[in-house]
């Protein structure tokens, strides 16, 4: 890997995110909800910010790919952690977020070292998940700033949206796991008949 893709815009951009998180869960800890809130928005944009940029400037590179999801869990789910802790999330959904996580980290891991297969770009259903992640977040911060019904009601719609994408996305990885290993055990045979140079 070269170091010039450390130095790219977009993962600069990911990396900073990531410095977020910490400032975060200080003002979280300390109870100041709308500086969390605030950074907490702020990290978001920068997520939206770093794929556009990536595509603008052509600046797409291995690292980003890798990075992107790393710096999204971190944040997410240390803000699920950090929110049931504080008895703001129901220890439930912080359970199934951080059960399917760890679980497609190791299944990658294995994967990864068993067939060599290294394409975990997240599915729509993937994708959704992350969406109703951050909006349940965003909302039940929301709700500590200011008490009102439509935010409580959105809190619960969406940490809802969360369980259920949870559960859809993690069965969908395991469809596409099965799939893309029943690919790689068709390409073995015409790799095995391949001469090997020594």
């Not at 893709?5 to 200080?26: D, E, G, S």
């Not at 797409?60 to 999330?89: C, N, R, W």
């Not at 500590?144 to 994408?165: G, H, M, P």
């Amino acid at each position: 890997m070269r170091f010039s893709q450390i130095l790219t815009a977009p993962n600069q951009l990911t990396l900073l995110r990531m410095v977020f998180v910490p400032f975060i869960v200080i003002e979280l800890v300390e109870g100041h909800y709308l500086s969390a809130l605030i950074v907490f928005v702020i990290a978001g944009f920068s997520d939206g910010l770093d794929g556009l940029l990536a595509r603008m400037l052509q600046q797409q590179t291995l690292l980003g790919e890798y990075l992107d999801p790393i710096a999204d869990k971190l944040l997410l789910s240390t803000m699920f952690l950090v929110l049931s802790i504080l008895h703001k999330i129901p220890w439930k959904f912080t359970v199934l977020v951080f059960s399917r996580d760890i679980s497609i980290l190791a299944a990658s891991a294995v994967l990864f070292a068993i067939a060599g297969l290294r394409d975990f770009r997240p599915s729509i259903f993937g994708k959704a998940n992350t969406f109703s992640q951050i909006a349940a977040v965003f909302f039940v911060l929301l709700l500590e700033v200011r008490r009102v019904r439509w935010i409580w009601i959105s809190r619960t719609v969406f940490l809802r949206a969360t369980f259920a994408f949870t559960i859809v996305s993690a069965l969908h990885y395991v469809f596409l796991v099965q799939h893309r290993l029943r690919e790689h055990a068709h390409t073995l045979p015409a790799q095995s008949s391949t001469p090997m140079v020594i």
